[in-house]
Nanobody
Framework: VKLVESGGGLVQPGGSLRLSCAAS????????IGWFRQAPGKERVEVSC????????YYADSVKGRFTISGEHAKDTLWLQMDSLKPEDTAVYFC????????????????????WGQGTRVTVSS
């Protein structure tokens, strides 16, 4: 599975960005797909996921109410609409496939059955 992100960039606080992820390859190998991010000097953390089979959606508390995940499974495309951006949203955002997406959390373990994109940088600054 190959995941390619796009849509990152520089935006002012309060602004919006929309990230996209295009999946190709054997996309039947996973059910959950979503986004992680890694801020400078910090570990990667999950942001949001969506389950292909059941449509479950999870958001981290830090982005709930501001970010919206959506996907078009027929086209193997995923989006993350990010509104009301804050400087603390500055990070490299990774499209990730694998694990199980529940409403309360993303059951995810990085192993040979998970897939990562190369990342797209988002900078929120005035």
């Amino acid at each position: 599975v190959k995941l390619v992100e796009s849509g990152g960039g520089l935006v002012q606080p309060g602004g919006s960005l929309r990230l996209s992820c295009a999946a190709s390859g054997t996309t039947l190998d996973y059910d959950a797909i979503g986004w992680f991010r890694q801020a400078p000097g910090k570990e990667r953390v999950e942001v949001s996921c969506i389950g292909k089979s059941d449509g479950n959606i999870y958001y981290a508390d830090s982005v709930k109410g501001r970010f919206t995940i959506s996907g078009e499974h027929a086209k193997d495309t995923l989006w993350l609409q990010m509104d009301s951006l804050k400087p603390e949203d500055t990070a490299v955002y990774f499209c990730v496939a694998g694990g199980l997406c529940a409403g309360s959390r993303w059951y995810f373990e990085d192993n040979e059955n998970t897939f990562w994109g190369q990342g797209t940088r988002v900078t929120v600054s005035s």
